[in-house]
Nanobody, 116 residues
Framework: QVQLVESGGGLVQPGGSLRLSCTASGMILVPERMGWYRQAPGKERELVAS???????NYADSWKGRFTISSDNAKNTVNLEMNTLKPEDPAVYYC??????????WGQGTQVTVSS
């Protein structure tokens, strides 16, 4: 059974940093790519960043330069370093693993709150 488990969310002050981590288990294939999405209240889920098994990264413009995605293929983990957090960054952040065009898995989400 495939599971993605996120950790690292929480409360941080504006300008602060958080590191999200996600570990995938139960996969027999290395994901083509892994990534992070976010969903703010009342809004659709949107891509934050993704990384391929070859290490190519893709960032949504809103977080380019502030967030950094990294992965460890051997451990099936993906991390998201979030710096200079802003009041508009709070959301539930979801980890995802894409094994093919037809097979994608999601974690349960981790809450990020930015407040002074």
């Amino acid at each position: 059974q495939v599971q993605l488990v996120e950790s690292g969310g929480g409360l941080v002050q504006p300008g602060g940093s958080l590191r999200l981590s996600c570990t995938a288990s139960g996969m027999i294939l290395v994901p083509e790519r892994m990534g992070w999405y976010r969903q703010a209240p009342g809004k659709e889920r949107e891509l934050v960043a993704s990384i391929t098994s070859g290490g190519s990264t893709n960032y949504a413009d809103s977080w380019k330069g502030r967030f950094t995605i990294s992965s460890d293929n051997a451990k099936n983990t993906v991390n998201l370093e979030m710096n200079t957090l802003k009041p508009e960054d709070p959301a539930v952040y979801y980890c995802t693993a894409v094994l093919s065009a037809y097979l994608q898995y999601w974690g349960q989400g981790t809450q990020v709150t930015v407040s002074s």
